[in-house]
Protein backbone atom coordinates (compact mmCIF):
# COMPACT_ATOMS: atom_id res chain seq x y z
CA UNK A 1 0.00 0.00 0.00
CA UNK A 2 1.69 3.30 -1.14
CA UNK A 3 1.62 6.16 1.56
CA UNK A 4 -1.07 8.02 -0.80
CA UNK A 5 -3.71 5.42 -0.43
CA UNK A 6 -2.86 4.72 2.83
CA UNK A 7 -4.21 8.07 4.01
CA UNK A 8 -7.22 8.47 1.47
CA UNK A 9 -8.04 5.05 3.75
CA UNK A 10 -7.41 6.39 7.07
CA UNK A 11 -8.83 10.27 6.33
CA UNK A 12 -12.17 8.34 5.32
CA UNK A 13 -12.93 5.78 7.54
CA UNK A 14 -15.31 6.73 10.15
CA UNK A 15 -13.30 4.12 12.28
CA UNK A 16 -10.42 5.73 13.05
CA UNK A 17 -11.94 8.71 14.37
CA UNK A 18 -13.96 6.35 17.26
CA UNK A 19 -10.90 5.17 18.13
CA UNK A 20 -9.05 8.48 18.75
CA UNK A 21 -12.65 8.99 20.45
CA UNK A 22 -12.12 6.06 23.11
CA UNK A 23 -8.26 6.28 23.88
CA UNK A 24 -9.04 10.00 24.63
CA UNK A 25 -12.43 8.59 27.01
CA UNK A 26 -14.63 11.19 26.07
CA UNK A 27 -12.27 14.39 25.29
CA UNK A 28 -13.97 16.67 22.82
CA UNK A 29 -10.10 17.01 21.70
CA UNK A 30 -10.63 13.47 19.48
CA UNK A 31 -11.08 15.77 16.79
CA UNK A 32 -7.49 17.14 17.23
CA UNK A 33 -6.15 14.12 17.95
CA UNK A 34 -7.36 12.86 14.67
CA UNK A 35 -5.78 16.03 12.99
CA UNK A 36 -2.34 15.30 14.43
CA UNK A 37 -2.59 11.17 13.36
CA UNK A 38 -3.15 12.96 9.70
CA UNK A 39 -0.54 15.36 9.87
CA UNK A 40 2.28 12.76 11.49
CA UNK A 41 1.08 10.17 8.41
CA UNK A 42 1.46 13.10 5.98
CA UNK A 43 5.51 13.85 7.42
CA UNK A 44 5.96 10.32 7.24
CA UNK A 45 8.55 8.78 4.68
CA UNK A 46 6.90 6.84 1.92
CA UNK A 47 8.78 3.54 2.74
CA UNK A 48 7.37 3.62 5.75
CA UNK A 49 4.24 2.78 4.95
CA UNK A 50 5.41 -0.36 2.27
CA UNK A 51 5.85 -3.28 4.96
CA UNK A 52 2.08 -2.20 6.90
CA UNK A 53 0.31 -5.68 7.31
CA UNK A 54 -2.31 -4.20 9.89
CA UNK A 55 -3.01 -0.96 9.64
CA UNK A 56 -5.64 -0.92 12.80
CA UNK A 57 -2.60 -2.60 14.29
CA UNK A 58 -0.25 0.25 12.95
CA UNK A 59 -3.13 3.36 13.34
CA UNK A 60 -3.91 1.96 17.32
CA UNK A 61 0.01 2.27 18.35
CA UNK A 62 0.79 5.44 16.80
CA UNK A 63 -1.94 7.02 18.52
CA UNK A 64 -1.24 5.19 21.49
CA UNK A 65 1.90 7.15 21.55
CA UNK A 66 0.61 10.28 20.55
CA UNK A 67 -1.74 10.22 23.21
CA UNK A 68 0.46 8.83 26.25
CA UNK A 69 4.36 10.11 25.00
CA UNK A 70 5.26 13.40 26.99
CA UNK A 71 7.30 14.66 23.76
CA UNK A 72 4.39 14.11 21.67
CA UNK A 73 3.02 17.12 19.42
CA UNK A 74 -0.47 16.48 20.55
CA UNK A 75 0.96 15.64 24.18
CA UNK A 76 1.74 19.65 24.41
CA UNK A 77 -1.98 20.47 23.91
CA UNK A 78 -4.01 17.66 25.54
CA UNK A 79 -5.07 18.36 29.37
CA UNK A 80 -6.54 15.83 30.87
CA UNK A 81 -10.06 17.43 31.17
CA UNK A 82 -13.57 15.55 30.83
CA UNK A 83 -15.81 16.69 28.81
CA UNK A 84 -18.81 15.18 30.29
CA UNK A 85 -21.37 16.44 27.62
CA UNK A 86 -19.32 14.65 25.05
CA UNK A 87 -18.67 11.93 27.31
CA UNK A 88 -22.72 11.04 27.62
CA UNK A 89 -23.00 11.58 23.50
CA UNK A 90 -20.31 9.00 22.64
CA UNK A 91 -21.30 6.18 25.41
CA UNK A 92 -24.95 6.49 24.29
CA UNK A 93 -26.31 2.90 22.55
CA UNK A 94 -27.11 5.39 19.32
CA UNK A 95 -23.49 6.70 18.59
CA UNK A 96 -21.16 4.11 20.22
CA UNK A 97 -19.00 1.58 18.06
CA UNK A 98 -19.85 -1.98 20.29
CA UNK A 99 -18.00 -3.82 17.96
CA UNK A 100 -14.82 -2.25 18.44
CA UNK A 101 -15.09 -3.93 22.50
CA UNK A 102 -15.96 -7.16 20.33
CA UNK A 103 -12.99 -7.43 18.13
CA UNK A 104 -10.71 -6.03 21.46
CA UNK A 105 -12.17 -9.47 22.83
CA UNK A 106 -11.42 -11.39 20.08
CA UNK A 107 -7.97 -10.44 19.87
CA UNK A 108 -7.00 -10.12 23.52
CA UNK A 109 -8.34 -14.17 23.48
CA UNK A 110 -5.88 -15.07 20.50
CA UNK A 111 -3.35 -13.14 22.34
CA UNK A 112 -3.75 -15.29 25.34
CA UNK A 113 -3.62 -18.26 24.10
CA UNK A 114 -0.07 -17.39 22.54
CA UNK A 115 3.25 -19.35 24.42
CA UNK A 116 4.39 -17.59 27.63
CA UNK A 117 7.03 -15.68 25.82
CA UNK A 118 5.30 -14.80 22.82
CA UNK A 119 2.24 -13.12 24.67
CA UNK A 120 4.96 -10.99 26.57
CA UNK A 121 6.94 -9.62 23.40
CA UNK A 122 3.87 -8.92 21.61
CA UNK A 123 2.31 -7.06 24.93
CA UNK A 124 5.31 -4.98 25.55
CA UNK A 125 5.47 -3.68 22.56
CA UNK A 126 1.72 -3.15 22.03
CA UNK A 127 2.16 -0.72 25.41
CA UNK A 128 4.49 1.64 22.97
CA UNK A 129 7.85 0.03 23.59
CA UNK A 130 10.31 -0.13 20.11
CA UNK A 131 11.09 -3.64 18.84
CA UNK A 132 15.02 -2.18 18.99
CA UNK A 133 14.31 -2.04 22.66
CA UNK A 134 12.57 -5.13 23.29
CA UNK A 135 15.67 -7.31 21.18
CA UNK A 136 17.83 -5.56 23.32
CA UNK A 137 16.16 -5.69 26.75
CA UNK A 138 15.35 -9.57 25.72
CA UNK A 139 18.55 -10.57 24.29
CA UNK A 140 17.11 -11.66 20.95
CA UNK A 141 17.99 -10.42 17.63
CA UNK A 142 15.65 -7.98 16.23
CA UNK A 143 14.43 -9.75 12.87
CA UNK A 144 13.05 -11.96 15.43
CA UNK A 145 10.88 -9.61 17.27
CA UNK A 146 10.18 -7.81 13.96
CA UNK A 147 8.62 -11.40 12.26
CA UNK A 148 7.05 -12.28 15.52
CA UNK A 149 5.50 -9.09 15.85
CA UNK A 150 4.24 -9.36 12.43
CA UNK A 151 2.81 -12.93 12.71
CA UNK A 152 0.69 -12.50 15.80
CA UNK A 153 -0.25 -9.33 14.03
CA UNK A 154 -1.78 -11.39 11.65
CA UNK A 155 -3.29 -13.90 13.68
CA UNK A 156 -5.12 -11.69 15.09
CA UNK A 157 -6.29 -9.71 12.43
CA UNK A 158 -7.12 -12.75 10.82
CA UNK A 159 -9.14 -13.98 13.78
CA UNK A 160 -10.67 -10.46 13.97
CA UNK A 161 -12.31 -10.97 9.55
CA UNK A 162 -13.02 -15.01 10.47
CA UNK A 163 -15.21 -13.93 13.14
CA UNK A 164 -16.74 -11.63 11.98
CA UNK A 165 -17.97 -13.05 8.68
CA UNK A 166 -21.80 -14.09 8.67
CA UNK A 167 -20.78 -17.54 7.60
CA UNK A 168 -18.11 -19.66 8.03
CA UNK A 169 -15.10 -19.53 5.51
CA UNK A 170 -15.40 -22.03 2.38
CA UNK A 171 -12.93 -23.33 0.47
CA UNK A 172 -13.70 -25.55 -2.73
CA UNK A 173 -11.43 -29.16 -3.08
CA UNK A 174 -10.88 -29.40 -6.51
CA UNK A 175 -10.48 -33.41 -6.83
CA UNK A 176 -10.31 -35.66 -9.73
CA UNK A 177 -12.87 -38.67 -9.87
CA UNK A 178 -10.98 -41.75 -8.55
CA UNK A 179 -9.70 -41.04 -4.89
CA UNK A 180 -5.83 -42.36 -4.67
CA UNK A 181 -3.56 -42.66 -1.52
CA UNK A 182 -2.73 -38.76 -2.88
CA UNK A 183 -6.53 -37.27 -2.64
CA UNK A 184 -7.10 -39.25 0.66
CA UNK A 185 -4.20 -38.01 2.40
CA UNK A 186 -3.39 -34.78 0.57
CA UNK A 187 -7.06 -33.59 0.63
CA UNK A 188 -9.95 -36.01 2.54
CA UNK A 189 -8.22 -36.97 5.53
CA UNK A 190 -7.08 -33.10 6.55
CA UNK A 191 -10.20 -31.55 6.03
CA UNK A 192 -12.83 -34.20 6.85
CA UNK A 193 -11.36 -34.06 10.06
CA UNK A 194 -11.23 -29.87 9.71
CA UNK A 195 -14.38 -29.96 9.46
CA UNK A 196 -15.39 -32.07 12.21
CA UNK A 197 -12.87 -29.58 14.65
CA UNK A 198 -13.65 -26.20 13.20
CA UNK A 199 -16.81 -26.63 11.75
CA UNK A 200 -17.90 -22.84 12.84
CA UNK A 201 -14.97 -21.88 11.18
CA UNK A 202 -15.01 -23.07 7.81
CA UNK A 203 -16.91 -25.09 5.70
CA UNK A 204 -15.02 -27.52 3.11
CA UNK A 205 -16.41 -29.06 -0.15
CA UNK A 206 -15.21 -30.75 -2.90
CA UNK A 207 -16.04 -30.37 -6.55
CA UNK A 208 -14.48 -33.56 -9.20
CA UNK A 209 -13.24 -33.42 -12.55
CA UNK A 210 -13.58 -35.94 -14.85
CA UNK A 211 -10.74 -38.57 -15.34
CA UNK A 212 -6.86 -37.65 -14.05
CA UNK A 213 -7.82 -33.78 -14.84
CA UNK A 214 -9.62 -32.49 -11.82
CA UNK A 215 -11.30 -28.77 -12.83
CA UNK A 216 -13.90 -26.20 -12.27
CA UNK A 217 -14.43 -25.81 -15.92
CA UNK A 218 -17.98 -26.71 -15.40
CA UNK A 219 -19.14 -24.20 -12.71
CA UNK A 220 -20.29 -20.32 -13.22
CA UNK A 221 -18.92 -17.43 -11.79
CA UNK A 222 -21.48 -17.12 -9.05
CA UNK A 223 -20.65 -20.70 -7.82
CA UNK A 224 -17.50 -19.94 -7.63
CA UNK A 225 -17.92 -16.57 -5.73
CA UNK A 226 -19.21 -18.79 -2.92
CA UNK A 227 -15.53 -19.57 -1.95
CA UNK A 228 -12.61 -18.08 -0.70
CA UNK A 229 -9.91 -19.89 -1.57
CA UNK A 230 -9.96 -22.96 -4.42
CA UNK A 231 -7.89 -25.91 -3.52
CA UNK A 232 -5.61 -28.08 -6.24
CA UNK A 233 -3.72 -31.13 -5.88
CA UNK A 234 -0.26 -31.15 -7.28
CA UNK A 235 -1.19 -29.41 -10.55
CA UNK A 236 -4.27 -27.28 -11.91
CA UNK A 237 -4.50 -29.10 -15.07
CA UNK A 238 -2.27 -31.44 -17.50
CA UNK A 239 -3.34 -29.21 -20.09
CA UNK A 240 -1.72 -26.23 -20.27
CA UNK A 241 -4.02 -23.70 -21.99
CA UNK A 242 -7.09 -24.54 -19.11
CA UNK A 243 -3.98 -24.05 -16.51
CA UNK A 244 -3.70 -20.37 -17.81
CA UNK A 245 -7.12 -19.94 -18.06
CA UNK A 246 -8.28 -21.08 -14.85
CA UNK A 247 -5.78 -19.01 -12.89
CA UNK A 248 -6.51 -15.82 -15.24
CA UNK A 249 -10.33 -16.56 -14.03
CA UNK A 250 -9.63 -17.48 -10.42
CA UNK A 251 -7.50 -13.82 -10.29
CA UNK A 252 -9.94 -12.02 -12.30
CA UNK A 253 -13.10 -13.01 -9.59
CA UNK A 254 -10.21 -12.05 -6.51
CA UNK A 255 -10.41 -15.66 -5.05
CA UNK A 256 -7.35 -17.32 -3.42
CA UNK A 257 -5.74 -20.46 -5.24
CA UNK A 258 -3.46 -22.95 -3.18
CA UNK A 259 -2.22 -25.07 -4.79
CA UNK A 260 -0.76 -28.64 -2.99
CA UNK A 261 2.22 -30.50 -4.22
CA UNK A 262 4.06 -33.59 -2.16
CA UNK A 263 6.37 -34.59 -5.61
CA UNK A 264 9.14 -33.11 -7.19
CA UNK A 265 8.99 -32.26 -10.15
CA UNK A 266 11.91 -33.44 -11.96
CA UNK A 267 11.51 -37.40 -12.17
CA UNK A 268 14.48 -39.65 -12.07
CA UNK A 269 14.73 -41.18 -15.37
CA UNK A 270 13.80 -44.92 -13.96
CA UNK A 271 10.50 -43.38 -12.47
CA UNK A 272 7.13 -44.70 -14.50
CA UNK A 273 6.10 -41.24 -15.75
CA UNK A 274 9.87 -40.16 -16.80
CA UNK A 275 9.07 -40.20 -20.29
CA UNK A 276 5.57 -38.48 -20.09
CA UNK A 277 7.12 -35.92 -18.13
CA UNK A 278 9.70 -34.76 -20.21
CA UNK A 279 7.25 -35.24 -23.76
CA UNK A 280 4.93 -33.13 -22.07
CA UNK A 281 7.15 -30.62 -20.60
CA UNK A 282 5.40 -31.21 -16.75
CA UNK A 283 8.62 -29.62 -14.97
CA UNK A 284 8.16 -26.92 -16.64
CA UNK A 285 4.46 -25.70 -16.72
CA UNK A 286 4.84 -26.59 -12.45
CA UNK A 287 7.02 -24.22 -11.95
CA UNK A 288 5.02 -21.36 -13.89
CA UNK A 289 1.64 -22.78 -11.42
CA UNK A 290 3.73 -22.25 -8.64
CA UNK A 291 4.56 -18.82 -9.22
CA UNK A 292 1.47 -17.55 -10.24
CA UNK A 293 -0.56 -19.00 -7.14
CA UNK A 294 -1.40 -17.47 -3.83
CA UNK A 295 0.18 -20.43 -1.26
CA UNK A 296 1.74 -23.52 -1.30
CA UNK A 297 1.08 -26.16 0.61
CA UNK A 298 3.41 -29.11 0.83
CA UNK A 299 5.13 -32.05 3.04
CA UNK A 300 8.41 -31.73 4.43
CA UNK A 301 10.70 -28.49 5.00
CA UNK A 302 13.21 -30.16 2.48
CA UNK A 303 10.76 -29.96 -0.50
CA UNK A 304 9.45 -26.56 0.70
CA UNK A 305 13.27 -25.08 0.16
CA UNK A 306 13.22 -26.47 -3.22
CA UNK A 307 9.23 -24.81 -3.85
CA UNK A 308 10.82 -21.31 -2.16
CA UNK A 309 12.90 -20.58 -4.89
CA UNK A 310 9.48 -20.23 -6.94
CA UNK A 311 7.55 -18.95 -4.01
CA UNK A 312 8.12 -17.75 -0.77
CA UNK A 313 4.30 -18.27 0.79
CA UNK A 314 4.96 -21.78 1.52
CA UNK A 315 3.56 -24.05 4.33
CA UNK A 316 4.72 -27.57 5.35
CA UNK A 317 1.72 -30.10 6.52
CA UNK A 318 2.74 -33.42 7.28
CA UNK A 319 0.69 -36.67 6.31
CA UNK A 320 -0.87 -37.32 8.85
CA UNK A 321 -2.92 -40.01 10.23
CA UNK A 322 -6.62 -39.51 11.53
CA UNK A 323 -7.76 -40.61 14.54
CA UNK A 324 -11.12 -41.06 13.19
CA UNK A 325 -9.82 -43.38 10.58
CA UNK A 326 -10.93 -47.43 11.30
CA UNK A 327 -8.33 -48.70 8.30
CA UNK A 328 -5.37 -47.92 11.17
CA UNK A 329 -6.94 -49.24 14.63
CA UNK A 330 -4.21 -51.67 15.79
CA UNK A 331 -5.34 -55.26 15.53
CA UNK A 332 -2.99 -58.39 17.25
CA UNK A 333 -2.26 -61.33 15.07
CA UNK A 334 -0.45 -64.02 16.17
CA UNK A 335 2.07 -65.42 14.40
CA UNK A 336 5.59 -68.14 14.79
CA UNK A 337 7.67 -65.96 12.43
CA UNK A 338 8.76 -62.09 12.75
CA UNK A 339 6.92 -61.00 10.42
CA UNK A 340 8.95 -58.26 7.64
CA UNK A 341 6.64 -56.11 4.90
CA UNK A 342 6.95 -54.08 2.51
CA UNK A 343 3.58 -52.00 1.28
CA UNK A 344 3.12 -49.71 -1.07
CA UNK A 345 2.36 -49.05 -4.74
CA UNK A 346 4.26 -50.11 -8.23
CA UNK A 347 5.94 -46.84 -8.74
CA UNK A 348 8.29 -48.36 -6.11
CA UNK A 349 9.82 -50.43 -8.12
CA UNK A 350 13.28 -48.72 -8.45
CA UNK A 351 13.58 -48.42 -4.39
CA UNK A 352 12.64 -51.94 -4.04
CA UNK A 353 15.87 -52.93 -6.41
CA UNK A 354 18.25 -52.10 -4.20
CA UNK A 355 17.73 -54.67 -2.07
CA UNK A 356 17.58 -57.25 -4.93
CA UNK A 357 20.71 -58.88 -3.07
CA UNK A 358 19.43 -59.28 0.96
CA UNK A 359 17.33 -61.91 0.58
CA UNK A 360 19.50 -64.08 -1.29
CA UNK A 361 22.00 -63.51 1.83
CA UNK A 362 19.74 -64.57 4.44
CA UNK A 363 20.68 -68.23 5.82
CA UNK A 364 17.95 -71.03 5.82
CA UNK A 365 18.33 -70.67 9.87
CA UNK A 366 16.91 -67.30 9.61
CA UNK A 367 14.14 -67.98 7.12
CA UNK A 368 12.81 -70.65 9.24
CA UNK A 369 11.94 -68.04 11.93
CA UNK A 370 10.74 -64.96 9.59
CA UNK A 371 7.78 -64.55 6.09
CA UNK A 372 8.67 -61.85 3.80
CA UNK A 373 5.19 -59.97 2.76
CA UNK A 374 4.51 -57.95 -0.06
CA UNK A 375 1.58 -55.29 0.92
CA UNK A 376 -1.03 -53.96 -2.18
CA UNK A 377 0.10 -57.19 -3.49
CA UNK A 378 -2.64 -57.20 -7.45
CA UNK A 379 -1.48 -59.52 -10.67
CA UNK A 380 0.21 -57.06 -12.72
CA UNK A 381 3.94 -56.89 -13.86
CA UNK A 382 5.24 -54.50 -11.60
CA UNK A 383 4.27 -56.33 -8.78
CA UNK A 384 5.47 -59.44 -10.04
CA UNK A 385 8.74 -58.10 -10.21
CA UNK A 386 8.31 -56.21 -7.35
CA UNK A 387 7.48 -60.27 -5.66
CA UNK A 388 10.75 -62.09 -7.77
CA UNK A 389 13.18 -59.49 -5.61
CA UNK A 390 11.76 -60.43 -1.93
CA UNK A 391 11.53 -64.19 -2.86
CA UNK A 392 15.09 -63.98 -4.60
CA UNK A 393 13.21 -65.23 -7.70
CA UNK A 394 10.96 -67.65 -6.11
CA UNK A 395 13.87 -69.59 -4.50
CA UNK A 396 11.43 -72.10 -3.16
CA UNK A 397 10.24 -73.42 -6.25
CA UNK A 398 11.66 -76.48 -5.97
CA UNK A 399 11.42 -77.28 -2.52
CA UNK A 400 7.96 -76.32 -2.04
CA UNK A 401 6.56 -76.32 -5.49
CA UNK A 402 2.59 -76.92 -4.41
CA UNK A 403 3.51 -73.38 -3.05
CA UNK A 404 5.11 -72.17 -5.67
CA UNK A 405 1.92 -73.51 -8.03
CA UNK A 406 -0.67 -71.81 -6.27
CA UNK A 407 1.32 -68.24 -6.38
CA UNK A 408 1.50 -68.95 -10.32
CA UNK A 409 -2.24 -68.66 -10.09
CA UNK A 410 -2.32 -65.50 -8.93
CA UNK A 411 -5.31 -65.74 -7.15
CA UNK A 412 -6.53 -64.53 -3.48
CA UNK A 413 -8.61 -67.85 -2.81
CA UNK A 414 -7.43 -70.21 -0.22
CA UNK A 415 -5.24 -67.49 0.83
CA UNK A 416 -4.81 -69.07 4.02
CA UNK A 417 -2.61 -71.32 2.12
CA UNK A 418 0.38 -68.63 2.92
CA UNK A 419 -0.40 -68.32 5.97
CA UNK A 420 2.95 -70.15 7.75
CA UNK A 421 4.95 -69.46 4.75
CA UNK A 422 8.44 -68.07 4.47
CA UNK A 423 6.65 -65.52 1.80
CA UNK A 424 3.38 -63.97 1.83
CA UNK A 425 0.84 -61.90 -0.70
CA UNK A 426 -0.54 -59.52 1.45
CA UNK A 427 -3.61 -58.65 -1.69
CA UNK A 428 -4.32 -55.17 -2.57
CA UNK A 429 -7.31 -53.04 -0.51
CA UNK A 430 -9.45 -49.90 -1.29
CA UNK A 431 -7.79 -46.71 -0.30
CA UNK A 432 -10.00 -46.55 2.79
CA UNK A 433 -8.77 -49.65 4.39
CA UNK A 434 -5.37 -50.66 2.99
CA UNK A 435 -3.81 -49.60 6.72
CA UNK A 436 -4.80 -52.90 8.06
CA UNK A 437 -2.39 -54.76 6.10
CA UNK A 438 -0.25 -53.30 8.80
CA UNK A 439 -1.64 -55.52 11.25
CA UNK A 440 -0.30 -58.50 9.19
CA UNK A 441 3.22 -57.59 9.55
CA UNK A 442 5.87 -56.99 12.57
CA UNK A 443 8.15 -54.58 10.93
CA UNK A 444 8.60 -52.15 7.89
CA UNK A 445 10.49 -52.54 5.45
CA UNK A 446 10.98 -49.01 3.75
CA UNK A 447 13.79 -49.02 1.06
CA UNK A 448 14.37 -45.73 -1.14
CA UNK A 449 16.78 -44.88 -3.91
CA UNK A 450 19.16 -42.38 -2.94
CA UNK A 451 18.39 -39.13 -5.92
CA UNK A 452 16.78 -35.86 -5.63
CA UNK A 453 13.21 -36.72 -6.32
CA UNK A 454 13.16 -39.55 -3.49
CA UNK A 455 15.12 -36.63 -1.07
CA UNK A 456 11.49 -34.51 -1.59
CA UNK A 457 9.17 -37.71 -0.45
CA UNK A 458 7.13 -37.25 2.59
CA UNK A 459 7.63 -39.63 5.88
CA UNK A 460 4.14 -41.50 5.11
CA UNK A 461 5.53 -44.94 5.34
CA UNK A 462 7.53 -44.54 8.48
CA UNK A 463 4.17 -42.43 9.98
CA UNK A 464 1.46 -45.17 9.21
CA UNK A 465 4.38 -48.15 10.34
CA UNK A 466 4.92 -45.87 13.52
CA UNK A 467 0.95 -45.18 14.02
CA UNK A 468 0.20 -49.09 14.04
CA UNK A 469 3.18 -50.05 16.78
CA UNK A 470 5.74 -51.40 14.11
CA UNK A 471 9.47 -51.49 14.00
CA UNK A 472 11.18 -50.07 10.79
CA UNK A 473 14.36 -50.78 9.03
CA UNK A 474 14.87 -47.99 6.31
CA UNK A 475 17.12 -46.50 3.93
CA UNK A 476 19.25 -43.84 5.39
CA UNK A 477 18.22 -40.50 3.72
CA UNK A 478 15.85 -37.93 4.04
CA UNK A 479 12.40 -37.61 4.70
CA UNK A 480 13.51 -40.95 7.11
CA UNK A 481 16.66 -39.75 9.09
CA UNK A 482 15.03 -36.76 10.43
CA UNK A 483 12.75 -39.17 12.45
CA UNK A 484 14.02 -42.38 13.02
CA UNK A 485 16.90 -42.44 15.64
CA UNK A 486 19.14 -45.20 14.63
CA UNK A 487 19.00 -48.83 17.31
CA UNK A 488 15.86 -46.87 19.59
CA UNK A 489 13.30 -46.56 17.30
CA UNK A 490 13.88 -48.12 13.93
CA UNK A 491 17.63 -49.00 11.93
CA UNK A 492 18.56 -46.91 9.08
CA UNK A 493 20.16 -48.76 6.34
CA UNK A 494 23.26 -46.55 4.36
CA UNK A 495 23.79 -46.96 0.90
CA UNK A 496 27.68 -46.87 1.43
CA UNK A 497 27.83 -50.13 2.36
CA UNK A 498 26.04 -51.45 -0.71
CA UNK A 499 23.10 -52.42 1.19
CA UNK A 500 24.00 -54.88 3.05
CA UNK A 501 22.56 -53.99 6.13
CA UNK A 502 19.03 -54.95 5.28
CA UNK A 503 20.37 -58.31 5.94
CA UNK A 504 21.96 -57.58 9.00
CA UNK A 505 19.25 -55.81 10.86
CA UNK A 506 16.91 -58.48 9.63
CA UNK A 507 19.21 -61.21 10.97
CA UNK A 508 19.18 -59.06 14.27
CA UNK A 509 15.61 -58.67 14.76
CA UNK A 510 14.52 -62.30 13.60
CA UNK A 511 17.24 -63.01 17.10
CA UNK A 512 15.84 -60.46 18.82
CA UNK A 513 12.61 -60.32 18.99
CA UNK A 514 11.85 -57.99 21.73
CA UNK A 515 13.64 -55.58 20.42
CA UNK A 516 11.49 -55.12 17.54
CA UNK A 517 8.61 -54.85 19.51
CA UNK A 518 10.24 -52.12 21.60
CA UNK A 519 11.39 -49.98 18.76
CA UNK A 520 7.64 -50.33 17.50
CA UNK A 521 6.82 -48.34 20.49
CA UNK A 522 8.97 -46.11 20.47
CA UNK A 523 7.97 -44.93 17.13
CA UNK A 524 4.79 -44.63 17.52
CA UNK A 525 5.48 -42.51 20.19
CA UNK A 526 7.89 -40.44 18.13
CA UNK A 527 4.87 -40.23 15.37
CA UNK A 528 2.31 -39.48 17.73
CA UNK A 529 4.18 -36.34 19.36
CA UNK A 530 5.57 -35.02 16.14
CA UNK A 531 1.89 -36.25 13.32
CA UNK A 532 -0.31 -35.60 15.67
CA UNK A 533 -3.15 -34.26 12.60
CA UNK A 534 -5.15 -32.04 14.95
CA UNK A 535 -2.01 -30.05 15.72
CA UNK A 536 -1.10 -29.87 12.27
CA UNK A 537 -4.98 -28.66 11.46
CA UNK A 538 -4.64 -25.43 13.85
CA UNK A 539 -1.46 -24.56 11.59
CA UNK A 540 -3.89 -25.55 8.15
CA UNK A 541 -6.68 -23.55 9.99
CA UNK A 542 -4.13 -20.23 10.75
CA UNK A 543 -3.10 -20.30 6.91
CA UNK A 544 -6.51 -20.93 5.66
CA UNK A 545 -7.64 -17.39 8.14
CA UNK A 546 -4.36 -15.61 6.61
CA UNK A 547 -5.55 -15.70 2.76
CA UNK A 548 -8.49 -12.58 4.22
CA UNK A 549 -5.81 -10.79 4.70
Not at 4 to 31: D, M, W
Not at 90 to 98: A, K, L, N, V
Not at 330 to 346: A, H, K
Amino acid sequence: MTKEEFIAQVSTSPRYIAICRKLLRGNSLYKDLFQDLLVELLESKEDRFTEILCPDCFIYRMLSNMVNSKTSRFHYKYRDRLDKKELLRITDSEHYDHSLDIDAKRANRVIESLPWHDKQLFREWTDGKYKTKIAREKNIPIYFVRSKVEAIKRKVQAEIIIKNMEQPMKILLVVQKETTALQYHRQYIPHERLNKTHNNEFKIEFTHGSGEDANIDGMTDEQILEYQAIYFLRQISFNKERTDRTIERLKRLGRKIILDIDDYWMLPDDHHWYERYNKENVAHRIIDTLKRVDHVITTTPTFAHRIRSYNTNVTVLPNCISPDAKQFTIREIQSSRLRFGWIGGIFHKPDIAIMKSTFPKISKNIYNDIQVCVGGFSCNYEYKEIEKTFTSNYSFKNSDATYYNYLRQCTPNMEHISYNKQYRRLWGRSIETYGDLYNEIDVALVPLKENGFNKCKSELKIVEAGWMKKAVICSDMSPYREWIRHGINGFLVPHSRNNIDWCVYIRKLTLNPSMARDMGLALHETITKNFDLDTHNRTRADLYKSLLL
